[in-house]
């Protein structure tokens, strides 16, 4: 029998113990976390997603801000506030919610975030400490894995570890936080993506599986090694006309098929993604108790 | 037939290409390129290492500074030292040659280091824009291993490949650059390490096998895949009474039972040790050239 993974009531344990860390800071007459989120347009994705970021700070007790902005607005418009939000000393941190409209650039906008201020941990000089091993922001969802396989007291250490997908928020990130020297770490990562071949031999070998492709249903159940343990990262909208949202969530791994060879494995939904907004959360506070960056 | 990969011959041709390339700055009435390296106390090793740069940088037509510290040196003065070389407007680079004396933190003194002027590639916003894909300045030794496999034509994508030591200068840099999308790049990389089990059964899936572990002799060749690409990055000084220098250089692959398993391979000395100091002076010259950081 599998352990299922569950990444909601994990995630509510972490907003317990943050909602808990903030009545200690305004016990000792220190201010809320503040949280500034940025919105450009009127994706409805993008919307739904920082409408969740914004309601989870209500619900911690952190502060928090939304700035809306037009998808008319200027690249250096969009810098500007960008400058601002870095100036201003009551924000602990914020985030540009992406995708942005075409006209900008948003690996300048990215890069003009102060690593102090950025929480979504996007930022090169805070991807970059990740790899040296230095303490920094961590990307949301792959500190989210992480924390999970750590609640979970999941053992990492020597594992061959499979990743599918290197993208530059989930992907490639987690193959360099499970590989280096920590807890949860050390473990042999394999990072597999478009190019590769015989990706099944590859899955095969892997005591650890985290699938993170975006493509719903991918991970067959008769490719799992074993007692394995299966991350599924993928969140893919599926339309779903019997749903009033009118579509569903889908993971990468087919959950049916794959759980019984797993000893555990995250669902879809409930698995990693209520854990991103957790992670979100952290990085904020530590940045209002300047554990990484200083005063 | 293996296919020698000759680091000593094409680091002569890259340094023959990048004399051409301060020729032409001079005709444009540009200045030379600019290197300056700084030696903290008298480490054999270290005087070396930074006596082979300022050589290089002579060979090639840049002009060189080497600044010699005390190993007394504060960790105050050092940043002072660093700072002024960063606001220095006639110096496209400089070096601080490591190990730094036990008193000083040596990952400050990186930090302070003006990315754009980081030839080392060693600061965090480097290595992060390298997670990132984005331009910027490279490792010299990572750098060095991907323009050799460039230059030999060796095919990279879709191949597994397995390296061997996951340290900050070289194994983690090599994962990211081997596994991102690029050309070379597009590797199906397995990063293995201290922790990692089962290490042969590793190493025997390699199509493309990197050894940078500093363990002299340590990769067999009874565990070569037939056809592998073999790079050894390994250089350790083991005693040598029969020499002049009263050592020899050893690397991680024992050439004589692993060759004949290749389908080419470096040696060493002669294979990716040359071509470090090749890829200092290239991001010097790009440095220079305002490439990756703009006017």
């Not at 993008?46 to 809306?68: D, H, M, P, W």
């Not at 879809?268 to 904020?284: E, F, K």
Request: charged content about 20%.
């Amino acid at each position: 029998m599998y352990t299922l993974i569950d990444g909601k009531a994990t995630a509510a344990q972490i907003h317990a113990e943050l909602s808990m860390e903030v009545q200690n800071r305004l016990n000792q007459g220190l201010r809320r976390p503040h949280l500034a989120a940025v919105l450009v347009g009127h994706d409805g994705a993008s919307q739904t997603y920082v409408n969740n970021k914004i309601l989870a700070c209500e619900r911690v007790g952190f502060r928090s801000t939304l700035i809306k902005r037009e998808s008319t607005i200027r690249e250096a418009e969009l810098l500007e506030l960008v400058r601002s939000l870095n100036h201003d000393q009551e924000l602990d941190g914020f985030i540009v919610q992406l995708p942005l409209p075409g006209h900008i650039n948003a690996e300048r906008i990215n890069e003009a975030i102060d690593p102090a201020k950025d929480v979504d941990g996007f930022h090169a000089i805070n991807l970059g400490r990740m790899l040296l091993n230095l303490p920094g922001y961590l990307p949301a969802t792959p500190a989210g894995v992480i924390e999970l396989l750590r609640r979970y007291n999941i053992e990492t250490e020597g594992k061959n570890c499979v990743i599918l997908g290197r993208s530059h928020i989930v992907g490639s990130p987690l193959s360099v936080l499970l590989a280096r020297s920590a807890t949860p770490g050390n473990c042999t990562v394999t990072l597999c993506h478009s190019k590769t071949q015989n990706l099944m031999e590859h899955i095969q070998r892997a005591d650890i599986l985290v699938a993170a492709l975006g493509k719903p249903g991918f991970v067959r159940g008769e490719w799992i090694k074993k007692g394995a343990v299966v991350v599924d990262v993928g969140t893919t909208r599926v339309p779903d006309a019997s749903r009033a949202s009118g579509y569903k969530l889908m993971g990468d791994v087919d959950f049916e098929s794959v759980a019984p060879h797993c000893s555990a494995i995250t669902p879809v939904p409930g698995g990693v993604g209520p854990m991103t907004i957790s992670m979100l959360l952290r990085n904020t506070l530590d940045s209002a108790n300047q554990r990484h960056y200083g005063g």
